[in-house]
């Protein structure tokens, strides 16, 4: 008589704060391990690649400001996904919603900057980019809510329009975001001074005090609002929802507007903070697809991914210090990919535990396997 395996996964109970604390430090570590054997399999040093790689990212007052200016956008692409992950719709559309939120921002800007007051021209303009992303985010949500279209699908799909309009409105026309006196190569007027997003500390601007202040807020949210208890409710079971006499399609509508709502906030603070144009360059860099990435590590933890987007915009700005010792910049995205692996790994074995169990086969079975 043979015998037949397979794995099963059993929930954990809720591990302590410490425990949840650390994990995610030792995965981290343990991507850096494996890190060091491919830098030195490689030919680099370990050492003193990890020693530029934190010195570029948080070995200074600048490198520190630089890199939470960029994880700014990137924990608001990471909350847009992750409050629409947690009613399971699949939200893949951060990067297109994220470019309308820039269009509707820097149109406002070039339009009130230097004629309207500046608390009002940037007011104003962050609320555009508000409503362009979930203006843009609606052309998925209701198809999704009353149609029951496939979200991935259409959330997917116009990221590429937005994409092209875009790319249209600065390369294939003279539209009013077009900077008309370059001719050399076509490029995004700059907005007025008055209209950047003022600074906090050094160069880093209020855009990332808005991103943490968006994170406490959905965090609130989804812990403590009936709102947020309608989304737990419907992402275990629409069945139980629609019993307990929940507006189910409306529900859905919502919570794809706010998570588009979210990623268009992000494209108008890139604007207003970083790029101060509409630049196709600085916009399409992937910010929407990364932070759906962070939100799933962090297993859509509005606090948790702060500090997660915070490592990744690190690891990204150290690729520049790697290159003076020569090293490829794809072990940097090698590296990140470690660390979110091992990250996401980590966490799903702190909540679950699996193991394999060992059933010996029927004598049925084997004569009908024979």
């Not at 809720?14 to 981290?28: G, H, K, N, Y």
């Not at 269009?103 to 962050?126: D, F, N, Y």
């Not at 116009?158 to 539209?175: E, T």
């Not at 509508?253 to 992000?266: C, D, M, N, Q, R």
Request: proline share 5%.
């Amino acid at each position: 008589m043979t015998a037949t395996r397979r794995v099963i996964v059993e929930p954990r109970g809720r591990p302590s704060l410490f425990t949840r604390v650390l994990v995610p430090f030792v995965a981290i570590l343990g991507a850096a391990a494996i890190g060091a054997l491919l830098l030195a399999a490689t030919g680099h040093p370990p050492g003193e690649a990890y020693a530029n790689m934190l010195e570029s990212a948080f070995g200074s007052d600048l490198a520190i400001v630089r890199t939470l200016i960029s994880a700014t956008p990137l924990i608001l692409t990471a909350l847009a996904a992750a409050v629409a992950f947690r009613m399971k719709i699949w939200n893949i559309g951060a990067e297109g919603q994220l470019y309308l939120g820039a269009i509707a921002a820097s149109g406002v800007a070039l339009l009130g900057g230097g004629t309207w007051p500046a608390v009002l021209a940037i007011v104003g303009a962050l609320v555009a980019g508000v409503i362009g992303g979930a203006g843009w985010a609606a052309l998925a949500a209701f198809p999704r809510a009353y149609l029951r279209t496939d979200e991935v699908i259409t959330t997917l799909m116009l990221n590429f329009v937005a994409l092209y309009l875009m790319n249209y409105l600065i390369f294939g026309s003279k539209s009013f975001w077009r900077d008309k006196e370059r001719l050399s190569f076509p490029s995004g007027r700059f907005i007025p001074d008055d209209t950047f997003l003022p600074t906090v500390w050094l160069r880093l601007h209020i855009g990332f005090v808005i991103a943490c202040a968006v994170a406490l807020l959905l965090w609130w949210l989804l812990r403590s609002s009936t709102w947020g208890f309608d989304l737990r409710v419907i992402g275990d079971s629409v069945p139980a929802a629609r019993y307990a006499g929940m507006q189910v399609p409306r529900t859905i509508v919502w919570v794809l507007i706010v998570s588009g709502a979210i990623a268009g906030l992000a494209g108008a603070v890139l604007v207003l903070g970083t790029t101060h144009a509409l630049q196709p360059g600085g916009l399409a860099i992937g910010l929407g697809y990364t932070g759906i990435v962070v939100a799933a590590v962090s297993r859509s933890n509005p606090l948790t991914i702060v500090p997660a987007a915070i490592l990744i915009a690190g690891l990204t700005n150290a690729g520049t210090a790697l290159q003076i010792l020569e090293v490829p910049n794809d072990i940097v995205v090698l590296l990140q990919g470690l660390a979110l692996l091992l990250v996401a790994a980590a966490e799903f074995l702190l909540h679950n535990r699996v193991r394999i169990a060992w059933r010996p086969a029927s004598t049925a079975e084997e004569a009908s396997a024979a």
